[in-house]
Nanobody
Framework: QVQLVESGGGLVQPGGSLRLSCAAT????????TQWYRQAPGKQREFVAA???????NYADSVKGRFTIFRDDAKNAVYLQMNSLQPEDTAVYYC????????WGQGTQVTVSS
């Protein structure tokens, strides 16, 4: 049974940084693609960033240059480093993995506010 567990969310001031973690049971090598999505109150869930098994990455235009997705194979985890956070980045952030199936984590809240 594949499980994804996110952590690292919290309250941060505008301009601050957070690093989100997505820890997987089972090997992340089993996943063809690992992604981060986010959902703000009253809005649809939207794509944020993705990383494939070869290490290739892709980002939403709204986060390019500020967010970085990377993986630590030794820790079987994928991370989202978020810099220069703005109030519009406030959302619940979800990890999603595609492999033999599609798997979602439970989400972690990120709030950017002064």
């Amino acid at each position: 049974q594949v499980q994804l567990v996110e952590s690292g969310g919290g309250l941060v001031q505008p301009g601050g940084s957070l690093r989100l973690s997505c820890a997987a049971t089972g090997s992340i090598f089993d996943f063809l693609l690992t992604q981060w999505y986010r959902q703000a109150p009253g809005k649809q869930r939207e794509f944020v960033a993705a990383i494939n098994t070869g290490g290739g990455t892709n980002y939403a235009d709204s986060v390019k240059g500020r967010f970085t997705i990377f993986r630590d194979d030794a820790k079987n985890a994928v991370y989202l480093q978020m810099n220069s956070l703005q109030p519009e980045d406030t959302a619940v952030y979800y990890c999603r993995a595609l492999g033999s199936g599609t798997y979602w984590g439970q989400g972690t809240q990120v709030t950017v506010s002064s």
